[in-house]
C-alpha cells in the first residue's frame, strides 16, 4: 500500500505562489506516474497536472498550463507542485494521487482520476482576490 500525504497548502494573496508538496509512504513511488487534481465547492474532482516516473513526460490542464510545475525527486519520495501567478479560481482541495503505470501515453488517459490508484487526503488552497 501507497500512503499520500500532502501539505503547503494555505492562504495566499492572487498573483502569489504557493508549493505544494506530496510525500509517499510505505513503498517507493519512483515507478509511479504522479499527478495533482483539485476540487472546489460544488464542483467535480478535475486534473490539473501529471509526471511520469522518471520525470520526462508530464502533462498539465489548459487552465494551469505556463503557472503550474509538477516536479518529483524520488530520491525522496515526494512529488512537488508549485503554483506560481495564482488566480481566485485556483481555490480548491488539492490532492496528490499515484499509478503504478508509471508511463503518461495521452492527456486523454492520463487525466483521468480513474487511472491512479492511490491518493491523499488533501490540502487546502485558498486564492484571495
Known amino acids: 500500500q501507497v500512503q499520500l500525504v500532502e501539505s503547503g497548502g494555505g492562504l495566499v494573496q492572487a498573483g502569489g505562489s504557493l508549493r505544494l508538496s506530496c510525500a509517499a509512504s510505505?513503498?517507493?513511488?519512483?515507478?509511479?506516474?504522479m499527478a495533482w487534481f483539485r476540487q472546489a465547492p460544488g464542483k467535480e474532482r478535475e486534473f490539473v497536472a501529471a509526471i511520469s516516473w522518471g520525470g520526462s513526460s508530464t502533462l498539465y490542464a489548459d487552465s494551469v498550463k505556463g503557472r503550474f510545475a509538477i516536479s518529483r525527486d524520488n530520491a525522496k519520495n515526494t512529488v512537488y507542485l508549485q503554483m506560481n501567478s495564482l488566480k481566485p479560481e485556483d481555490t480548491a482541495v488539492y490532492y496528490c494521487?499515484?499509478?503504478?503505470?508509471?508511463?503518461?501515453?495521452?492527456?486523454?488517459?492520463?487525466?483521468?482520476?480513474?487511472?491512479?490508484?492511490?491518493w491523499g487526503q488533501g490540502t487546502q488552497v485558498t486564492v484571495s482576490s
Open positions: 510505505g513503498r517507493t513511488v519512483t515507478n509511479y506516474a
Open positions: 494521487a499515484a499509478d503504478r503505470r508509471g508511463t503518461l501515453i495521452s492527456y486523454a488517459r492520463g487525466s483521468q482520476a480513474g487511472k491512479y490508484e492511490y
